[in-house]
């Protein structure tokens, strides 16, 4: 049971290039969520996922897309990356999320994101 | 929207000690709060959580939490530091898919 991963754990970008992160949970969550934490500012949910198939905005959606095509599986999308982007970024799980609000969430070991 | 503050971005306690780490809250209905932790280079891990019911939350780690009503907090504390217990702490506040999460607070634990 590996829990929740995150591919990759680095990568550095230029200003204008794409790139996808990857998210799996073996845990049979319904629902996944994509975090920033930049220093001092804690963690920020970008979008999240109640399902397969949906995706919601989250708090700082701009410049980010996702897509949940399987249950186990979260990607977050970088279409054209810009400086502001640089942070390390993480995903997390929940096994019910919005219809029990006190679900507990499972983080993945983050990927460092560098954007030139 | 609901938020949580953690007014202090470093403690220092030394070891046996014991330790508190401040969070206050701030929402429009019942409070679902977390404390989450992050080792360096780590994802953050769950430590506990208060929903409803006893005031006083154990969690993992010899860690508790004290959930105070009239002061909207929720301080994290351990009766006795260990220098393993040296990381970032962050509280959280939910509400359905909203988790909202304080800037963290850097304890460190020194021998």
């Known amino acids: 049971n590996a829990g929740v991963t995150q591919t990759p754990k680095f990568r550095v970008l230029k200003t204008g290039q794409s790139m996808t992160l990857l998210c799996a949970q073996d845990m049979n969550h319904e629902y996944m969520y994509w975090y920033r934490q930049d220093p001092g500012m804690g963690l920020r949910l970008i979008h999240y996922s109640v399902g397969e198939g949906t995706t919601a905005k989250g708090e700082v959606p701009d410049g980010y897309n996702v897509s949940r095509l399987k249950k186990q599986n979260f990607l977050l999308g970088l279409e054209s990356a810009a400086p502001s982007q640089t942070s390390v970024y993480f995903c997390a799980s929940s096994l019910q999320g919005a219809r029990l609000s006190t679900d507990t969430q499972y983080f993945g070991p983050g990927t460092r994101l560098t954007v030139l | 929207a609901q938020s949580v503050a953690q007014p202090e971005d470093q403690v220092n306690v030394a070891e046996g000690n014991p330790l508190t780490v401040k969070c206050t809250y701030s929402?429009?209905?019942?409070?679902?709060l977390f404390w989450y932790v992050q080792y360096p280079n780590r994802g953050l891990q769950f430590l506990l959580k208060y929903i409803t019911g006893d005031n006083l939350v154990k969690g993992s780690y010899g860690f508790e939490a004290e959930f105070n009503k009239s002061q909207t907090s929720f301080h994290l504390k351990k009766p006795s530091a260990l220098v393993s217990d040296s990381a970032l702490y962050f509280c959280?506040?939910?509400?359905?898919?909203?988790?909202?999460f304080g800037a963290g607070t850097r304890l460190t634990v020194k021998p």
């Open positions: 959280a506040v939910r509400d359905y898919n909203d988790m909202r």
């Open positions: 929402v429009s209905g019942n409070p679902y």
